[in-house]
């Protein structure tokens, strides 16, 4: 069996949608770890862990559609998106 030669353009895209998807991951438990701490420091059980949650989801939904948008300007290129 001969090795399959994938393109790497094609893994260039593969690691960086997979980065996304940890970057969003990160984003959510960061924020959520942040209202957990502060849940227990104030002796409120899941209101700001619930709110951290949602907001890091929200901060991350945001960050990765700006970073898509950046990418699909810079792959299109001066003068092709016209």
Do not use: K
């Amino acid at each position: 069996m001969t090795p399959v030669n994938i393109p790497r353009s094609s893994l260039v895209h593969v690691y960086r949608y997979s980065g996304l998807g940890c970057a969003f991951a990160a984003g959510v438990m960061v924020f959520m770890a942040g209202g957990w701490l502060l849940d227990r420091w104030l002796g409120l059980l899941p209101v700001f862990t619930v709110i951290g949650a949602l907001v890091g989801a929200t901060l991350s939904t945001v960050s990765i559609y700006r970073r898509l948008m950046a990418g699909e300007a810079e792959d299109e290129g001066p003068g092709e998106g016209q």
